[in-house]
């Protein structure tokens, strides 16, 4: 496999770290990163105009306003992921605080009802496979989560994609088998409203043991 390639644009021999691939082919682009860059600056500021309405209209397609509509939405959720990582110990506080209140209990037992209609769907002979299968995969009951196994009565039925952003996810099966798991009621709650991919993002330390 080849370690090195020329730029055919400044003509240096360069790693091919220093170069995009190719989806289709799999293969490095012509330019290095560097050139690849000048150039697409260069094309877009000697066609800005052109460019800026072609952009114009796409927005206005409904494949436009599709994707510009998931790209804010992912970008929300990010915001909203880094705001919850490096303020993790004043919201805390500030939860447990409101929890000891009257509209912090009213709001919990809200919550609690929306949450058992949402799970309306759900029913034994799935939660027990999802044990069953657990216990067979890893010879004793194992959090999904941080893979240690679990004692009784700390376990929880984890959804791996939660059930409140269930609409970004239409394809997928909320209740389904394939979307469940068990975890630590600690974990469950530690892991909130975040994907079991936004989870391991957070905390890959956990896919190493």
Same mark, same amino acid.
């Given at each position: 496999? &080849?370690?090195?390639?020329?730029?055919?644009?400044?003509? @240096?021999? &360069?790693?091919?770290?220093?170069?995009?691939? @190719?989806?289709?082919?799999?293969? =490095?682009? =012509?330019?290095?990163?560097?050139?690849?860059?000048?150039?697409?600056?260069?094309?877009?500021?000697?066609?800005?105009? !052109?460019?800026?309405?072609?952009?114009?209209?796409? !927005?206005?397609?409904?494949?436009?306003? %599709?994707?510009?509509?998931?790209?804010?939405?992912?970008?929300?959720? +990010?915001?909203?992921?880094?705001?919850?990582? /490096?303020? +993790? /110990?004043?919201?805390?506080?500030?939860? !447990?605080?409101?929890?000891?209140?009257?509209?912090?209990?009213?709001?919990? +037992?809200?919550?609690?009802?929306?949450?058992?209609?949402?799970? =309306?769907?759900?029913?034994?002979?799935?939660?027990?496979?999802?044990?069953?299968?657990?216990?067979?995969?890893?010879?004793?009951?194992?959090?999904?989560?941080?893979? /240690?196994?679990? =004692?009784?009565?700390?376990?929880?039925?984890?959804?791996?994609?939660?059930?409140?952003?269930? %609409? %970004?996810?239409?394809n997928v099966d909320i209740n389904g088998y394939?979307?469940?798991?068990?975890?630590?009621?600690?974990? @469950?709650? +530690? &892991?909130?409203?975040?994907?079991?991919?936004?989870?391991? %993002?957070?905390h890959s330390e956990h896919l190493f043991k």
């Open positions: 496999m &080849k370690t090195e390639k020329l730029c055919t644009k400044c003509n @240096n021999v &360069k790693a091919i770290n220093d170069f995009y691939i @190719n989806r289709k082919s799999g293969c =490095a682009v =012509a330019y290095c990163k560097v050139c690849m860059s000048a150039y697409y600056s260069e094309l877009y500021r000697n066609n800005r105009q !052109r460019i800026d309405n072609r952009v114009a209209r796409w !927005r206005h397609t409904d494949l436009g306003k %599709e994707c510009v509509k998931m790209f804010n939405i992912t970008q929300l959720h +990010k915001s909203k992921l880094r705001y919850r990582i /490096d303020h +993790k /110990d004043n919201i805390y506080q500030y939860k !447990r605080l409101w929890n000891q209140t009257f509209r912090g209990k009213m709001s919990r +037992k809200a919550a609690d009802h929306r949450r058992r209609l949402l799970e =309306a769907g759900l029913d034994l002979e799935t939660v027990q496979r999802v044990y069953e299968d657990n216990v067979k995969k890893y010879g004793t009951l194992t959090c999904c989560l941080c893979f /240690d196994s679990v =004692a009784f009565g700390e376990d929880s039925l984890e959804h791996l994609i939660p059930l409140v952003r269930r %609409e %970004e996810f239409p394939d979307n469940l798991g068990v975890s630590h009621r600690t974990c @469950n709650s +530690k &892991k909130g409203i975040l994907t079991i991919d936004e989870w391991f %993002e957070l």
